[in-house]
C-alpha cells in the first residue's frame, strides 16, 4: 500500500462534489483550502455553514472549520496537491464544455511545483485528464509532465471521478470503491495516497483513459435501464395497461430487474455523461444515443398525458408535486419535473398551476416568467387542486392520505401512491 497523502491540499470547486470531498479529508487531519468563483459560497463555507441541501454535510463543515482544517477562498493558495470537482456540462451540440476545466487547470498553473498532485475528480470525456497535463505544461515548460512510462516527471496527474449519490454523499464517499486512474503507474499511486485517506471502498488503480470511460459507463448504464423502463410505461399508457402491475409481475422472475419508470432522467450526470460517449463515438453509441433521446422525450409524454386530463374540465386547478430532479434534495440540476412544469404551463397558459416542494423556496429560473404557477404548501395544492401531479416522491409527499386525494384525477409518475 503506497504512503498516505501528507501536506496541504486544494480543492477547485465547492459544490456538491467538492465540497464533501474537503470535508472528508480536512476530518482526516489535513489542511484543506476550498476554491470557489461564487463568493457567496466561499463566505458560506467560511462560516462553517453549508450552501446546499445534503444529510450530515452541515456536520462535518462546521466542525472541519471549527478546528481549522478548511478554509474556503476565491484565489488559488499554494499546495502539495490540488483537485479539479469543478462543473462539465455539455455544449449545445452534446459534446463537453471543458472551459471550466481549462480555466482551474491553467489557475493552478502558476501555484505547481516539483511533487504536486493534480487530480481531475470532474466527469470527463476520454482524453481530457491527458490534456489538463498539456495545459498546464504549455504554461509551465519549466515542468516535466508526466508521460506513458515516464517516472522522472516533476507533476503527476490523475483522473477519479466521484461516484455518489446525491442525499447519500456523506456516506458513500467514504464507503463506495473509487477508480483512481494516472497517465503513468506513478501519478495513479501518487493520486490513490490522497483516497485512502478517508476511502474505505477499494481502491482500483487504472490509466486515466480508462477511468474516464468508466465514469461515463456507470451512468449510461443507467441511463439505458431507465428508459427501458420510461418507454415501457409510454407503451403501457398506449395500451392502456398499469405499467407498474406490468413491472411487478415481470420482476419476479430471477433474472428479471426493471426499473420504475419516472418523469425523466435530470441531475447533472445521467443526463450528460451518456452524450459524452456517443461524441466520442457517434456512429458507434446507438443504444446509448436512443435511450438518451428516450429519457429526453420522457417529460414531453407526462406532460401531454396531464394536458389531456385537464381537458376533462372547464377550468382546472392543476397541482404540481416536486421540482427536484431526485427526492429528498435540493438539486433541481437538469430536473424533469421543472421541464414538465414548464411543458404544461405553456400548454394551458390560463389554468392555475400550484406548485409544492419542501426543499424548493423559490421557483427556478425556467420558471419565473410564468404568470400562471405560484409556489404553495403541498397542503392547500391538493387541497385545491382538480388534478394532482405526482412529480418528485418526496417523504412528505408520500406521506399524504389517500382520502385527501379522492375526488381528484391523480397522475402518479413515481409509483409512490400505489
Keep these: 500500500m503506497s504512503d498516505l497523502f501528507k501536506g496541504r491540499l486544494a480543492i477547485l470547486g465547492l459544490g456538491y462534489i467538492g465540497l464533501p470531498t474537503a470535508v472528508a479529508i480536512a476530518t482526516r487531519g489535513i489542511d484543506v483550502v476550498g476554491v470557489d468563483t461564487n463568493t457567496a459560497r466561499v463566505e458560506a463555507v467560511s462560516r462553517g455553514e453549508v450552501p446546499f441541501i445534503e444529510p450530515d454535510l452541515a456536520v462535518g463543515v462546521s466542525g472541519a472549520v471549527a478546528m481549522g482544517r478548511l478554509t474556503a477562498t476565491t484565489e488559488i493558495p499554494e499546495a502539495d496537491a490540488f483537485i479539479i470537482a469543478v462543473p462539465t456540462p455539455f455544449n449545445e451540440d452534446r459534446t463537453a464544455d471543458l472551459s471550466s476545466v481549462r480555466a482551474a ?45 515516464d517516472f522522472g516527471c516533476d507533476i503527476y496527474v490523475a483522473h477519479c471521478p466521484e461516484r455518489v449519490l446525491p442525499g447519500r454523499i456523506m456516506i458513500e ?25 478517508f476511502a474505505q471502498g477499494e481502491i482500483l488503480l487504472t490509466d486515466a483513459a480508462s477511468a474516464e470511460m468508466a465514469k461515463l459507463v456507470e451512468n449510461a448504464y443507467r441511463d439505458v435501464n431507465i428508459a427501458f423502463a420510461n418507454e415501457l410505461s409510454m407503451i403501457a399508457d398506449a395500451l392502456q395497461i398499469d405499467v407498474w402491475e406490468v413491472i411487478r409481475l415481470a420482476n419476479r422472475h430471477p433474472r428479471v430487474r426493471i426499473l420504475s419508470p419516472g418523469p425523466g432522467v435530470g441531475g447533472h450526470c445521467i443526463p450528460v455523461d451518456p452524450w459524452f460517449i456517443v461524441s466520442a463515438a457517434p456512429e458507434l453509441a446507438r443504444l446509448i444515443r436512443t435511450a438518451r433521446e428516450v429519457n429526453d422525450q420522457r417529460p414531453y409524454h407526462v ?52 406548485i409544492s416542494d419542501p426543499f424548493v423556496d423559490a421557483l427556478p429560473t425556467k420558471l419565473s416568467g410564468y404568470s400562471n404557477l405560484r409556489l404553495e404548501s403541498a397542503y392547500q395544492a391538493v387541497e385545491r387542486a382538480d388534478i394532482v401531479v405526482l412529480l418528485v416522491e418526496h417523504e412528505p409527499f408520500k406521506a399524504i392520505r389517500q382520502n385527501r386525494l379522492g375526488g381528484k384525477v391523480v397522475y402518479d409518475t413515481r409509483g409512490a401512491w400505489r
Design 303 to 354: 406532460a401531454e398525458q396531464v394536458v389531456l386530463k385537464a381537458k376533462r374540465f372547464r377550468s382546472p386547478t392543476i397541482a404540481c408535486l416536486g421540482l427536484t430532479f431526485k427526492a429528498n434534495v435540493d438539486d433541481v440540476r437538469e430536473s424533469p419535473a421543472v421541464e414538465v412544469v414548464s411543458l404544461i404551463a405553456d400548454a394551458l397558459p390560463d389554468t392555475e398551476i400550484l
Design 173 to 197: 464517499i467514504v464507503t463506495n470503491d473509487r477508480v483512481v486512474g494516472g497517465l503513468t503507474q506513478r501519478c495513479a499511486e501518487k493520486a490513490a495516497s490522497i483516497y485512502r485517506l
Design 105 to 149: 487547470a491553467e489557475r493552478i498553473a502558476a501555484k505547481l511545483r516539483p511533487g504536486n498532485i493534480v487530480v481531475l475528480e470532474s466527469t470527463s470525456p476520454p482524453g481530457t485528464t491527458e490534456k489538463v497535463a498539456g495545459w498546464i505544461g504549455d504554461l509551465r515548460p519549466d515542468l516535466r509532465m508526466p508521460h506513458d512510462g
